[in-house]
């Protein structure tokens, strides 16, 4: 499974950006997918998850500010990421618990992707 993200870059305090990964491979099943964030000097953390079943749960730092959201069909998972702060600046990596019954399920990480808030 690879894991493809797109859509990081520099922003202004306040404003937007919209972050999407979409997922590839053949033969695989896709659980949980969700976006994790580290900056420089911290370990990384969850941001947003999202389930096969559609539920939803956010760091209590972004809750109200970013919304995840998921196109099963299509393997890809977005995070739509509303009054960014300074401290949301990190490099953003897509994650997805996926695999197959036959051979098990683990943890895949896209390359990340640079998010940095100004000022």
């Known amino acids: 499974v690879q894991l493809v993200e797109s859509g990081g870059g520099l922003v202004q305090a306040g404003g937007s950006l919209r972050l999407s990964c979409t997922a590839s491979?053949?033969?695989?099943?896709?659980?949980?997918m969700g976006w994790y964030r580290q900056a420089p000097g911290k370990q990384r953390e969850l941001v947003a998850g999202?389930?096969?079943?559609?539920?939803?749960n956010y760091a209590a730092s972004v809750k109200g500010r970013f919304t995840i959201s998921r196109d099963s069909a299509k393997n890809t998972v977005a995070l739509q990421m509303d009054s960014l702060k300074p401290e949301d600046t990190a490099v953003y990596y897509c994650?997805?618990?996926?695999?197959?019954?036959?051979?098990?399920?683990?943890?895949?990480w896209g390359q990340g992707t640079q998010v940095t808030v100004s000022s």
């Open positions: 994650n997805a618990e996926a695999g197959s019954t036959s051979y098990g399920f683990r943890n895949y």
């Open positions: 491979g053949s033969g695989f099943i896709i659980r949980a």
């Open positions: 999202v389930t096969s079943g559609g539920t939803t």
